[in-house]
């Protein structure tokens, strides 16, 4: 199949990129567009969509995959082309959760061979994500965490700044709102799952899966700090539906959050502040490129 490779300029100049794509069109049509700036992505989608390209490839990380959804999220679902990965990242944790190798030359071979399923996408607000969006102050972990701190520790640099800024956490109060249920809560951290993993590999949903149709949240609450061991406790539960005292879980289509103070939320590793939000799953809205047996995927399992 032919691919169109959409490239974060960053990760242009690799040897090692080079050399996989100039391998892979060995066996088959390669073509590479470059981002440069700000809205580069959206207007290379709309120009793959009208050259009749029938499956991208997204070059970069967990932020690339991120601009790309969003790009297609704005074609009507008819015109949207496939979509493959090839893992540039610091973290990749989508890709990995996917079970796409690192490998660049077996991540070209899977998306040139391999076959396409349909999976959601979460629409937060006016904007999309794929894996996994955060809210609290590990939100502010990953959006202030240095470049060139990931480059140095990789995925362990989210968990090194999240260890220094959860020292001086503060909560923000505000009401959640799930079907059948609205409780007002003080939160330390949350997490909205289509995906399972973020933050260089740190599980967050163990039995996420992106093509159910539901949401799986986990949110921490204010504790004590002599309770640290039961939070550690609760953290570890991988039921989706358990409700711990500091730490609760819900499997859910949609959710809300609503507080008189601006949360920090970083959807896919892109930042924003909103004093209110809703989460809602959009069924089968990409048709996204994975290994045979991805985890992610119901009914696709090894």
């Known amino acids: 199949m032919a691919l169109r490779v959409l490239l974060n300029g960053k990760k242009a100049v690799l040897a090692s990129v080079r050399a996989a794509i100039y391998k892979a069109r ?148 505000g009401e959640f709102r799930i079907p059948g249920e609205v409780t007002h809560n003080e939160i330390v951290v949350g997490a909205v799952c289509n995906g399972r993993q973020a933050g260089g590999g740190q599980q967050l949903a163990p039995a996420a899966s992106i093509n159910d149709g539901l949401l799986d949240i986990v949110a921490l609450h204010t504790f004590p700090a002599r309770s640290i061991s039961q939070v550690i406790e609760e953290l570890r539960n991988p039921d989706p539906d358990a409700r711990g005292e500091y730490v609760r879980r819900y499997k859910v289509p949609w959710a809300e959050w609503e507080s008189a103070t601006a949360m920090p939320i970083n959807l896919d590793g892109e930042p924003m502040k909103v004093k209110a939000i809703r989460f809602e799953v959009v069924p089968e809205a990409i048709k996204l490129v994975v290994p045979e047996h991805c985890p992610l995927v119901s009914g696709r399992q090894s």
């Open 26 to 173: 060995e066996h088959g049509p390669v073509d590479v567009r470059v981002t440069w700036e700000s809205g580069d992505v959206r207007r290379l989608v709309r120009e793959a969509c009208a050259d009749g390209c029938q499956r991208l490839v997204a070059g970069g990380g967990d932020g690339t995959v991120n601009e790309i959804v969003n790009a297609l999220m704005g074609l009507a679902d008819e015109d949207r082309p496939e979509l493959a990965i090839l893992p540039l990242g610091t973290a990749n944790d989508f890709a990995t959760g996917c079970g796409i190798q690192s490998d660049l030359d077996r991540a070209l071979d899977l998306a040139r061979q391999g076959s396409a399923c349909k999976v959601d996408v979460v629409k937060a607000n006016a904007s999309h994500f794929i894996n996994v969006a955060s809210g609290g102050f590990g939100a502010e972990v990953t959006a202030n965490t240095p470049l060139a701190l990931k480059n140095l520790l990789g995925g362990g640099a989210y968990t090194l700044a999240g260890v220094v800024r959860v020292i001086n956490f503060v909560a923000y109060v």
